[in-house]
């Protein structure tokens, strides 16, 4: 017994030796590289396994893999995310490189659906992924411009050319009627907060142009969007899924290796206006002036010593005194590594981007990382995503609710040419009421700066080989600060105005003054998340399910405050204005704000697939918001799809769609989502606020509830084709939709006309729908030689309608002298949303006088909603060159020229402003009134040149320098239109009461075409 106690150690190691050495003679290690067949650069993360088994492994930085197989493997199997994959023969051999080729063949992806992941082969829903390849390229400052045109369904239009600033983002049309129709936005499985980060006004200057919640987000950590378009898809996040999803996943350190690869890039933008208004110069303006007087009956004597009254001798271009040529760079910095289950990425960036306009300007540094961590192997992995950004602001004076002295650009395009910038004292020259342009740049400062964090953390365990659990938190929080100055030197009767808190003027007047005012808004949010999921195939069968539950709560917190009356006088031109907040004598506190609301849910999908040939898609979600009364807090919304993969039949194969098509599939679906959008945290609530503005307490009736609130609800119904041909070269999708929305949140006036408050929320009566079609087509039309040529379309079509309103609904206020009141824009039944209304313009009569149809009433002539819209991407590839050209266009609406209208004028020469060539030479009478009509109703319809990017990729053979390449991009480099503004592309905020506008041209800050060169390097 003790002999044998003392042989088991023995036995033991000499059993492993020969297990060792036994295991050893079974077993031949294989090397080799794997490369870009395109370019020979390598590729990194490339996966590698022996054919029939799990073993493999991942290419370094340099491409290069070793790998430990079974001595009878006879093929390894290589493949990558983006490229077709390559069986390699290692029967005989110990080393084997492969050269894979970039593949058009989309169907392998692997596309984020929310929850989970699905291949593009099984998507039963309405689903698009734009990955990093095919970005748009150049100056980019939020990530919808990177989709722009991108993909069918998906409307991105720019509320202005203003560095940041926030676009209009319809994904298949427009329905709600009160919110402002902006997808879901969720990053790596976090929904971010909807809605501003920033306060929207400067305080010494109206409203300006809301700011792009996605500014704080660095496009070159992007890997992929993705974008759930109908109610099958979006489903799965119920009550915030109606105007669609967008999916942000961000790039890991998945192809770092174990030695880790360090990417730097860099580039220069220089942009300058792609268009200004033809104006008239100093002699044509006042040979024009002295007529327009004649006209309007002076005689030439007077008409001459009138106009030498109103010339001061100069010939300024104002055009010029506020516009420059911007000058922009960007420089990124990522690290990624990956090894024994640890993968990480770090990366920093640093945007410094001016606009046209002078003072306007884009600063933010971002830093993210994103660490996975395996833990007792396979069984547990943690996930860290985390993102800070500090963002810079700097706004000219610019609003969208300018009166008749006009905000910057409306004072430059209308500022009489003759005028000089400055007084022979060196003081800003200010004649009157009129506003000098220069004088507003000098005079007007406007900053903020947005510290976002976003992170989350997610646990999975691998509880069987079928069964996972996921826990996720996460947290989004914005503070912001805007603070602005207004100069004691600007002229009273120039800028007026004083600001009025809960009832009590203030009597801070600029002039003499100064102000300066000071805003924070702070909002957070708060995500936990519990869910399970299943994947098991049996036989034939798949099953993928999921289930889950989700608590998510925000918080919005708003102060400010305003100062004037400096401690230290600014009179003289030579005198310094300290623009610092604590340099005034008086301050007042505006009145604040806070608001929580919660959102919780359950949800389920179930995917299921019977052998490679039928697909279904079941999904509900349940949620409950506290922004409804008790009795309708919750609602849950279903959502079904199918899908028929034709040509896995065995009668298909053979029949004569097998010879052309490798893939014909059919899909079907249909649901519901809910919306909240625009809603206020209490609006169920009656709320009053008692608040001390300085002159004692007081309490004010804010809002009368409505108890019975409940959801906006959508339902959708579709059906599209996919098709693919036998040599992959083409891909062809193509989806009909037909949306319908009810029961829609309305801020409506209070029944009896007797309510404390004039208005409150109800769910009005009435639909709104949207249908048409959506395609996408590419084809690879030259693969087989050195000179690659692939293209790709989309298009999109939408008819929409509303049907069973009580009443038309009007918005669209329309600014300028004598337009009080004026709007151009109205809901009807049997026409689509924001269809345009205004007397129809028919020229001027023998005296010059406008000339209308109808008596001038009222008549509908067409809507602002674009009824197509398409993208055309052109890939040329030759050697190591590469070269992308871009071009969208976009038609069937018409835009409204609220700047032509409230400036560009005969009378305006009258009254010393300037219009343009075509004005102030036409025959309109100087006496004839602006109003609102066709004459300023245009045609939008465009086509753009709005991307084009020439690469060229180095062949490298330095140990430490593995990738060089170098690049050249304009953006907007042509437009053919017949809109006679800056761009037809265009959205300016004209709400009333709070409900949106679509399609008006108000001073908008121009859309600058924009030249940018870099280079990216991979050590």
Same mark, same amino acid.
């Given at each position: ?66 790998? =430990? ?205 792609? /268009? ?48 420059? =040529? ?156 805007? =603070? ?128 490679? /040939? ?118 062809? =999708? ?209 086509? /753009? ?75």
């Amino acid at each position: 017994m003790n002999l044998m106690k003392l042989a088991k150690p023995f036995m033991t190691a000499a059993f492993v030796c020969l297990f060792a050495i036994f295991s050893h003679a079974q077993t031949k290690t294989v090397s080799g590289k794997v490369t870009d067949a395109k370019d020979g650069s390598p590729l990194v993360g490339a996966s590698v396994t022996a054919k029939g088994s799990r073993t493999g492994t991942t290419t370094g930085a340099d491409g290069s893999y070793k790998l =430990t197989v079974p001595s009878g493997t006879k093929t390894l199997v290589i493949s990558s995310v983006g490229f077709g994959s390559m069986e390699v023969d290692v029967a005989n051999a110990s080393s084997a490189n492969a050269s894979l080729t970039a593949t058009t063949d989309n169907l392998a992806d692997v596309v984020v659906v929310g929850y989970g992941t699905r291949k593009a082969k099984d998507l039963t829903g309405s689903v698009a992924k734009v990955t990093e390849k095919d970005f748009n390229k150049g100056q980019i400052s939020s990530p919808e411009q990177l989709l722009q045109g991108r993909t069918p369904g998906v409307l991105v239009t720019p509320a202005t050319g203003e560095p940041g600033s926030a676009a209009t983002i319809n994904i298949r049309g427009t329905g709600s009627i009160s919110g402002n129709n902006e997808p879901l936005y969720v990053i790596d499985g976090v929904p971010l907060i909807q809605g501003g980060t920033l306060g929207s006004a400067s305080g010494v200057e109206g409203g300006t142009t809301a700011k792009n919640p996605l500014i704080f987000l660095n496009p070159n950590d992007i890997e992929s969007m993705t974008v759930l378009k109908d109610a099958s898809a979006a489903a799965i996040y119920g009550s915030r899924g109606a105007n669609g999803v967008i999916l942000i996943t961000t790039k890991t350190g998945a192809r770092g290796g174990k030695r880790g690869t360090f990417n730097f890039g860099a580039n220069m933008s220089v942009a300058n206006t792609a /268009r200004r208004y033809d104006l008239m110069d100093a002699q044509g303006f006042l040979l024009a002036a002295k007529k327009a007087n004649i006209d309007g009956g002076a005689d030439p004597i007077g008409a001459a010593d009138a106009v030498k009254l109103i010339d001061k001798g100069a010939n300024t271009d104002w055009q010029d005194q506020i516009y420059r =040529t911007a000058i922009s760079q960007n420089y990124n910095l990522g690290w990624a590594y990956n090894n024994k289950g640890t993968t990480v990425r770090l990366s920093g960036s640093y945007d410094d981007q001016q606009g046209v306009v002078r003072n306007s300007s884009l600063k933010r540094l971002t830093t993210r990382a994103n660490i996975s961590q395996k833990i007792l192997g396979d069984k547990l992995r943690l996930d860290v995503n985390m993102t800070y950004s500090n963002t810079k602001n700097q706004y000219p004076p610019l609003s969208n609710n300018a009166g008749f002295q006009g905000s910057l650009l409306g004072a430059a395009l209308q500022s009489n040419p003759t005028y000089p910038v400055y007084n022979p004292d060196g003081s800003f020259f200010q004649p009157g009421n009129e506003r000098n342009p220069a004088q507003m740049l000098a005079y007007f400062d406007d900053r903020d700066k947005i510290n976002r964090f976003l992170g989350n953390a997610t646990l999975t365990w691998n509880i069987t080989k079928n069964l996972a659990y996921r826990g996720v938190l996460g947290y989004d929080n914005s503070q912001s600060q805007r =603070t602005s100055f207004a100069d004691p030197r600007l002229g009273s009767n120039a800028y007026g105005g004083t600001n009025n808190i809960f009832g009590r003027d203030l009597n801070n007047q600029i002039s003499g003054n100064g102000r300066t005012t000071r805003q924070n808004l702070n909002v957070k949010s708060l995500l936990v998340e519990h869910y399970f999921t299943y994947d098991n195939t049996w036989g034939n069968h798949t099953l993928n399910a999921v289930a889950g539950y989700s608590y998510q709560n925000f918080e919005t917190q708003y102060d400010g405050t305003v100062g004037w009356g400096l401690n230290t006088p600014v009179v003289a031109p030579t005198d310094v204005f300290i623009k610092e907040y604590n340099n005034f004598k008086n301050y007042a506190t505006f009145v604040p704000n806070y608001e929580r609301n919660e959102l919780q849910s359950v949800f389920g999908r179930a995917n299921y697939s019977y052998a490679d /040939r039928y697909f279904l898609t079941a999904t509900v979600r349940t949620d409950g918001s506290s922004k409804f009364g008790s009795n309708n807090r919750y609602a849950t919304f279903p959502a079904f799809a199918f899908k028929w993969k034709l040509m896995n039949e065995a009668f298909a194969q053979k029949s004569f769609l097998g010879k052309l098509f490798s893939d014909v599939s059919f899909r079907a679906n249909y649901g519901s989502l809910g919306s909240q959008d625009n809603l206020g945290a209490y609006a169920a609530l009656n709320l009053q606020q008692t608040f001390n503005p300085g002159t004692g307490s007081a309490t004010r009736f804010i809002q009368q509830g409505n108890p019975d609130l409940k959801w906006e609800t959508l339902t959708t119904t579709g059906f599209g084709i996919d098709l693919t041909s036998k040599d992959r070269r083409l891909n062809i =999708t193509v989806d009909y939709y037909n949306t319908k929305r009810k029961d829609m949140l309305f801020f409506a006036p209070t029944p009896g006309g007797f309510a404390p408050q004039a208005n409150w929320w109800i769910n009005l009566d009435g639909n709104v729908i949207n249908k048409g079609w959506e395609g996408s087509i590419s084809y690879a039309i030259l693969d087989k030689t050195k000179f690659k040529w692939d293209a790709s379309f989309n298009f999109t079509t939408v008819n929409n309608n509303v049907e069973g309103l009580p009443a038309p609904i009007n918005t669209g206020v329309v600014n300028g002298q004598g337009l009080t009141g004026a709007f151009a824009q109205t809901l009807t039944n049997g026409n689509p949303i924001f269809t345009w209304t205004m007397p129809v313009f028919q020229g001027f009569d023998g005296n010059g006088n406008a000339r209308y149809a109808a008596g001038a009433a009222n008549q509908l002539v067409g809507t602002a909603l674009p009824k197509f819209y398409a993208g055309f991407t052109n890939n040329f590839t030759y050697g190591r060159w590469s070269l992308s050209l871009f071009f969208n266009a976009v038609s069937g609406h018409y835009v409204y020229n609220n700047t032509a209208n409230a400036l560009f004028l005969k009378g305006s020469l009258r009254n010393a402003r300037n219009v343009t060539n075509e004005v102030g030479n036409g025959p309109e009478n100087p006496f004839n009134p602006g109003s609102v009509s066709t004459r300023f109703l245009e045609k939008g319809d465009f086509i /753009r040149l709005a991307n084009a990017n020439l690469n060229y990729q180095f062949s490298l053979k330095s140990k430490y320098l593995k990738t060089l390449n170098v690049f050249a991009s304009g953006q907007n480099l042509f437009l053919i239109t017949k809109y006679s503004g800056i761009d037809p592309e265009v959205n300016v905020d004209k709400n009333i009461n709070g409900i949106p506008s679509r399609g008006f041209d108000y001073t908008q800050y121009p859309r600058p075409t924009v030249f940018t060169i870099g280079a990216n390097i991979g050590f």
